[in-house]
């Protein structure tokens, strides 16, 4: 089983700099601390400060300039999520390996949290094994219209893909488990892609209802590496907001449960 594991910075000991009234502000869209607003005189490049009282973040800040005002902070930890700011080759990988070709069932699952659920711009991918041209296996994303998509690709060229019957069910900044199955073949000559959503990872209640299409179908064995937060290489669909967990299972997709963890991206703190 491969794992992907984004580890953060050390926590260390307070220093004595504490939030005081607007010394300093966050950018509520991803917990970005704002230069131009920020001043905190009298602390040093790479002194570390606590602060409190963020819409998204109670955590450490490493300053990065020694000025006395404008400082440019860090976010440090606590960090228990891969924070993606939806730019070009933002994202984590592992390589291709023998457990991730999946050719069969396969389910594709992640905790997320959107900046935005429904962004116009672009899809935005959970995770992928997509490497583009005739590379490209399966992925899981989030549609520019807040619909949760399964794709995948029998011959490695060509991509095939189901979207949910109904929006998910969140607001933006809301943290929400997705999930997506494919059936590829449901013993009727055809196959089926089902969506479900979670408040714990536990308990699922299905997204709308099963998408059934003719012909039963099978994913290419691409050598793409496996993606969390983006595809073909971070150059697309690139993912705004946190990712704490995304997994790919292998066989069981039904009724919602068993088969093989074969991939599972955890990210976590070091202490």
């Not at 917990?31 to 602390?43: F, Y």
């Not at 891969?82 to 389910?107: E, H, K, M, W």
Request: with cysteine.
């Amino acid at each position: 089983m491969a794992v992907v594991t984004y580890i953060a910075k050390r926590q260390i000991e307070t220093i004595g700099f504490l939030k005081s009234g607007t010394d300093f502000s966050a950018l509520a869209s991803d917990d970005s601390i704002d230069a131009v607003t920020t001043v905190l005189s009298g602390v040093s490049v790479d002194q570390w400060i606590q602060a409190a009282g963020f819409a998204k973040n109670t955590g450490w800040f490493q300053v990065k300039s020694n000025s006395t005002s404008g400082k440019i902070l860090t976010l440090t930890p606590p960090i228990s999520h891969l924070r993606l700011p939806g730019v070009t080759g933002n994202y984590a990988s592992t390589p291709d390996s023998a457990a991730t070709s999946i050719t069969g069932d396969i389910d594709l699952r992640g905790k997320v949290q959107c900046v935005d659920w429904t962004l116009s711009a672009r899809n935005q991918t959970v995770i992928a094994k997509r490497g583009g041209g005739s590379q490209n296996s399966y992925f899981l994303r989030i549609s520019s219209a807040g619909l949760l998509t399964v794709g995948w690709s029998a011959n490695g060229s060509v991509e095939l893909t189901a979207d949910s019957t109904v929006a998910i069910p969140a607001v933006d900044g809301q943290t929400k488990w997705v999930r997506g199955t494919l059936d590829v073949n449901n013993g009727s000559s055809g196959r089926d892609i089902s969506f479900y959503t979670s408040d714990d990872g536990v308990t699922w209640t299905q997204l709308g209802a099963t998408v059934t299409q003719a012909g039963a179908t099978s994913i290419f064995d691409s050598t793409a590496v496996v993606e969390v937060g983006a595809a073909n290489v971070g150059t697309t669909e690139w993912f705004g907001g946190r990712i704490y967990y995304a997994t790919i299972i292998s066989g069981g997709v039904f009724p919602v449960g068993g088969g093989t963890t074969v991939a599972r991206a955890r990210q976590t703190r070091c202490r």
